[in-house]
């Protein structure tokens, strides 16, 4: 019978907050060109890729290909700046204790993140031993909201996508999760109720509560 053997984790907003930095280092930019930006704009970027970050940025204008690439080249590099000040103290509260739990139930982990500076991030949390495979902005061509992200996790973890949950903080996450036919734990607020479940952080999450909700949903499947 199938039953849950993998979580999949989000990294920017499930495991840490990053989400400031991107904003800071994309309004650096758009301050120097001259673009409009605020954090309300930052928080439709949440979860796409850095070119699809760029293309929302910019709200229609277009750039040649050459300039694309300076200006996502300098977005990241202010963005690599604010991540030197990023420590094992950025991990965000109850994170690690629930993925000690989580070993506890025998279960594979992952990382499902659509930035190509995970492995770094992840590194200097110094959570790099607590999980199984690294999937990121590298893994995959198609970025979230595609399923492909998701899919090649739980393949890299050796799990069918139905027997994998994935934590996601923001929508195009939660459609990509969705997509790979993943089941979808949605964390806080930012649109993420069309999720199997919904909770305010990992922090809040009840594991057996969660795995027996998905395992009664799973073996109702057949
Ligand atoms: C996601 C973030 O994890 O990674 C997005 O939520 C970001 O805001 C995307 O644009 C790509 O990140 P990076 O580090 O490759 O520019
Ligand atoms: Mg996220």
Redesign the pocket.
Known sequence: MSHIRAFIF????VITD??EY?YLAWKRLADEEGLPFSRQD?DA??????R??LLRLLKGRTLPEADMQAW?ER??AY?LDYLQGIGPDDVLHGVRDFLARCRAYNLRLGIG??????RL?VERLGLIEAFDVIG??YSVVH??PAPDLFIWVAGALRVPVQEAVVFED?PA?VDAALAAGCWCVGLGTAQVQHAHLCYPSLAEVNLPELLSAVQAQLSRAG
Request: glycine residues 12%; aromatic residues 4%; charged residues 25%.
């Open positions: 989000d990294l920017d907003g990053t989400a991107h930052n970027l949440r979860g796409v890729s850095r699809e970050s996502m977005k990241n963005y993140s659509a930035s190509k500076n995970a991030v990121d902005g970025s979230k923001a996450g």
